[in-house]
């Protein structure tokens, strides 16, 4: 395994990883499931490689402008239907994901249905390592802090966190649009690291496959969300000959999680070295206590 | 000369109408297959109150369904669909007692329901993917001949027609179940509320059960149908998101709503490609989707559901 390679999968896991998170916002802390984030995640790559291509502008403000373009999007979508009831709001992104892949085939601008060639490779593994650290800092700081607490009483209960207060759309709006801002900005990220983009890329399945690592890694949880996206990533790579069946075990996996263990891989609760301390902890005493009942 | 001139436009106004009424025409044929397949979403919904998604991967393996036992079975094309419904009745039968059943008995959130039927959808179609059949378009044998049936100027296909009587008798067979029969005296009682009918007596699962089979027959015909007229592909799937959006047009939960949206889809549709242009087709599809949701969030004929805390 070259390490080019090798960096690739790291870059690709990246960008997967800066999309998820932003979800994860969105679907596991505040409840709201989302079919269209593949469109945001194309609204960031198309406006940012414009803005390279055609504008000029360096690669970092660009990457900011595509995630903002996306955000305003996410505002505009959230504003029209995010006092719908659950359900209803989750086929309206739907309707937004596709109309935006279909509008973009249809823009001769931006190169129609055959899409965008030659956009500069400006994406490194340092940049996607770093907008990803950034990322999941401010992510855990928006959770921590009272908006954070106040999503996850949306999530929790709807109608109760409204009666003690909460302004639930206002919350809503909040979480959908920095969840699109951060599907913005991996979008840009794709395209300057692929250095093409068409609009089939931005598939319906490429949003279910997002939610499916975010249900995968745990609903509420930043780190399940992280060691999902980078599992779910690596192992279709590692594992070739079992690419085409990949999606079947995810569908298959999906059903079984929702079944069995619906809080996913790491349940709502997040990675620390002080749990693993306490695990390790308890490990031991148990042990210690078995010792003293043998002696 | 004006008479002539007369006449010229005379002739252009009526072709102007006899294309018109052609679209309307394959508007209906269409429209009658998506109201179909929309049935089957809006029952479940009207019971579980969730949209189940794997409800289009159903109907993808009706097609197939129907593909194999044409070409490998050999068998008239109408023991094909009962073979197609056949099949697809089970396979809804065997989703619900597989994925929902536990899901219900648990009381779990309406998100589980959601994440899960997306589940099942992606499990469908890929498994066809991935499988022998592999990705690859199929056409189904032809049935009948292609030479349309001329009424006047407007030709008439003669699947366009099967497609149109097909619906009509399958769909009015489900009004006469769920109007005039016990079971849909039920399946009505538990679409107001499931713990009142479980209260008066009703087999909820039952309910459930037969609501499943409906829907899943109803897919394996319409699955057919579309075969017949189009082709086949393990991507069917993405079709009948728009028989689900004539669903949430007509008003989600709603039977005679999801049958009056697919057919103002199916004219809509066949307006915008004879019109406008055929790219913008789906296009305008989503973009009504989404314009309806704005408006009218419970579509045209659709009730209201209250959040009950």
Known sequence: ?????????????????????????????????????????????????????????????????????????????GKLTLNLKGDYFCIATLGFGEAIRLILDNIKYFGGARGLPNIPPYTTLTNVVVI???????????IKSRHGRNMVAIREEEMASQVIGIDVFKYKMMSLAISALYAGVAGGLLAHYLGYIQPIMFKMV?????????????????????????????????????????????????????????????????????????????????????????? | MPALHYLNNRYKEVEELTVFLQQ?????????????????????????????????????????????????????????????????????????????????KRNAPFLYFIISAMGASIFLENIVIASPIGPTFRTYPPIFSTTPIMLGPIALGRIDLLMFV??????????????????????????YSIKGSTLMG???????????????????????????????????????????IAAVFGGLGSLPGAVF?????????????GYLSSQYRDLIAFALLIFVLVVKPTGLMGKSTEDKA
């Open chain 1, 1 to 77: 395994m070259s390490w080019v390679y090798f960096s690739g999968i790291l870059i690709m896991s990246g960008i997967n990883l800066l999309t998820v998170l932003g979800l994860s916002l969105l679907t596991g802390f505040t409840g709201l499931f989302s079919f269209g984030h593949a469109g945001f995640m194309a609204i960031g790559a198309y406006i940012s490689a414009t803005m390279t291509m055609k504008m000029g502008i360096p690669f970092i403000p660009a990457l900011m402008i595509g995630g903002f373009a996306a955000m305003l999007s996410g505002l505009l979508i």
């Open chain 1, 132 to 142: 990803n650290i950034v990322a999941i800092i401010v992510l855990v700081f928006i």
């Open chain 1, 206 to 295: 490429k949003s279910t496959e997002l939610t499916i690592i975010v249900i995968f890694g745990g609903l509420g949880s930043v780190s399940g969300s992280v060691i999902g996206a980078l599992l779910l990533t690596f192992l279709p790579e590692v594992l070739r000959s079992f690419y085409e069946w990949r999606l079947v075990v995810y569908g298959a996996a999906v059903i079984l999680i929702m079944i069995t263990r619906p809080q996913g891989l790491m349940g709502g609760k997040e990675f620390s070295f002080k749990g693993i301390s306490k695990i390790i902890k308890r490990f031991r005493n148990k042990n210690k206590d078995d010792g003293e009942v043998k002696s």
């Open chain 2, 24 to 104: 309307i025409i394959n508007g209906l044929s269409i429209g009658s297959v998506y109201a179909l397949m929309a049935v089957g979403y809006s029952l479940v919904y009207s019971i579980l109150n969730f949209s189940n998604f794997a409800h289009g991967g159903v109907i993808m393996i009706g097609a197939y369904i129907g593909y194999f036992s044409l070409t490998l079975l050999k068998v008239p094309f109408y023991i094909a669909f009962i073979i197609s419904s056949l099949g697809t009745g089970f396979l809804a039968v065997a989703m619900e007692k597989a994925v929902y059943r536990p899901l219900r």
């Open chain 2, 166 to 191: 097909i619906s009509a008798i399958s769909l009015g067979s489900l009004v006469y179940i769920i109007e005039k029969t016990k079971i849909g005296l039920a399946i009505r009682a538990t679409s």
């Open chain 2, 202 to 244: 009703v087999n909820v699962d039952k309910v459930i059960f037969i609501i499943f089979l409906l829907g899943g027959i109803l897919a394996g015909i319409a699955g057919m149908l579309f075969g017949m007229k189009y082709t086949v592909y393990p991507q069917i799937g993405n079709i009948t998101t728009k028989s689900f």
């Open chain 2, 261 to 273: 949206g697919s057919i103002l889809l199916g004219i809509i549709e066949t307006m915008t490609s």
